[in-house]
């Protein structure tokens, strides 16, 4: 089909509204073949015992229309590239169906059993087979809304994925009253910052724990360029790693933490589920680093970004009224690789969305902000470029857990060691009372970690600042608007040097 045409109707329908999406599924509904007519019958029974039981995962956005299709902003930012060709409609739509079935492994896996056995037909069967079905049966409902223009062209306009900014706050005035006061707190975060970056990490009379990465073989740059480079061979040019190539990666580009230690706050590790227990708690006897692989766009280019998130059991009060303080807390650390395997530049945030910096490399050049009064790009430290055999040594403050600095080292800087494990474990996690539970709830956050500081900063429009947040739901400025996992994040702010085209 001509994608000049197919954009055409996208535009056309998203101009539509919603109320033209529900007739295609609708038809499923009433299909006179039987096993499109069950198919989505099983959708609609599936989406119910999920909703019921409050597992639904909120990683990826579900698309209206498509109960077997999701997209994330990175995936939604290529559809122009998948109106192209029809195997770049393929691949997107195979993508599509791909995030939808990573969510409901994790939903199925999450439900009870009571819940599972009285889907239709799955009485004393399994949960594989509960997938099997599922997946089976997203790829029949996708081949043939595929064959269908005006289904093509809603698949399309349906691909976007709303912020976890609340506009209704911000359009009602109270923002714009509140926006200077903000950015000025802000703007003294920033600069309180700066001033401990020049003071660096306390020495005396602190204790300080080092923990290197996993010890496993280095990869050359080289190989890591070639592996980088499948992506000109992918219709939708994403770089396609196996999971052990991605381990690998994450190994490679590892960092070293530095923590002081002045309580059992300060010890990171394994989330878990305790019996009784009302959110997830850490268990520091297990020092694991939880890693997850994103992308973002730069022009033509989809580069590939590994974050290593670390879990604090809790920020602890500082003196009588601390309205940051809470239980659990975290930091992510992201790096972003050029095309030839070096790091371009690096960045962080905890969970909450909260305290985002970059960290570029002379191969990102920072752009100058649009508005005079909006988080842009806070860099309290450049660093060099980084070699093969260096990886970046992030020392964390006690308490706060805020960055103090970062240096480049190489060897074996220390013989603590911790472990990796997949972020995505997080949507699924053993319980002791039966079953499994995710650790953030069907609206993306960890109940029971909320700030107090959101009964401050609800006007800012941001949804239940201050909690812990799953990811695809990073809202990360007070002032203006920007998501972690944007598409575009580092093109609108940073000038990259990708090296030979």
């Known amino acids: 089909m001509n994608p000049w045409r197919v954009l055409a109707l996208a535009a056309a329908v998203a101009a539509g509204g919603c109320a033209t999406l529900g007739g295609d599924f609708d038809a499923h509904l009433a299909s006179p073949a039987v096993q499109v007519r069950e198919c989505a019958e099983w959708y609609r029974a599936l ?9 639904g995962d909120a990683q990826y956005h579900r698309l209206p229309g498509f109960p077997y299709l999701r997209v994330d902003r990175v995936t939604a930012s290529l559809r122009e590239r998948a109106a192209q060709s029809e195997p770049a409609m393929q691949a997107y739509a195979e993508r599509l169906l791909e995030l939808d079935l990573e969510a409901r492994r994790h939903e199925i896996e999450n439900l009870p059993r009571t819940r599972l056995e009285a889907l239709p037909g799955m009485a004393g069967l399994t949960r594989g087979h509960v997938q099997r079905r599922t997946d089976a049966c997203g790829r029949l409902l996708r081949e043939i809304d595929l064959a269908k223009p005006q289904a093509r062209a809603a698949l399309l306009a349906q691909s976007s994925v709303p912020d976890d900014y609340e506009t209704g706050w911000r359009v009602a005035g109270l923002y714009w009253l509140t926006r200077l006061p903000f950015f000025s707190g802000v703007k003294r975060w920033e600069e309180e910052t700066l001033a401990a970056f020049a003071r660096g990490p306390a020495a005396e009379g602190a204790l300080r724990v080092r923990y290197a990465p996993p010890a496993l073989p280095a990869v050359p740059r080289e190989r890591i360029a070639e592996m980088l480079g499948r992506a000109r061979a992918d219709p939708l040019g994403r770089p396609f790693l196996s999971n052990e190539e991605f381990h690998l990666l994450a190994a490679a580009y590892a960092p070293s933490f530095d923590i002081e230690v002045a309580g059992d706050y300060d010890r990171f590790g394994a989330l878990r589920w305790l019996r009784h227990a009302d959110l997830p708690q850490i268990d520091a006897a297990d020092p694991l680093v939880y890693v997850q692989p994103s992308y973002t766009r730069y022009g033509e280019h989809v580069l590939l970004q590994i974050s290593y998130v670390l879990w604090f059991p809790e920020r602890p009060a500082q003196g009588g009224f601390d309205l940051l303080s809470g239980r659990l807390d975290g930091l992510f650390w992201r790096v972003t690789l050029a095309p030839d395997g070096e790091p371009l530049l690096y960045d962080s945030m905890h969970p909450c969305g909260c305290y985002h910096m970059f960290f570029p490399t002379p191969r990102a050049r920072p752009r100058e902000s649009p508005s005079a009064i909006e988080e842009w790009a806070f860099a309290p430290q450049p660093l060099p470029r980084v070699a093969g055999d260096e990886r970046p040594l992030v020392s964390i403050a006690t308490g706060t857990h805020y960055i103090e600095r970062v240096a480049l080292v190489r060897g074996r800087d220390s013989l ?66 920007r998501h972690f996992d944007e598409a575009r994040l580092l093109e609108r702010r940073f000038e990259l040097d990708l090296g030979k085209p």
């Open 416 to 481: 603590s060691r911790y472990a990796f494990h997949p972020y995505d474990a997080l949507r699924s996690l053993l319980h002791p009372e039966g079953g499994r539970r995710s650790a953030f709830g069907p609206d993306g956050l960890i109940a029971g970690s909320e700030r107090a500081e959101r009964f401050l900063f609800w006007p800012m429009g941001i949804a239940s600042p201050g909690a812990m947040r799953q990811w695809g739901r990073h809202a990360t400025a007070f002032v203006g608007r």
């Open 47 to 55: 989406d119910a015992a999920t909703g019921e039981a409050g597992v």
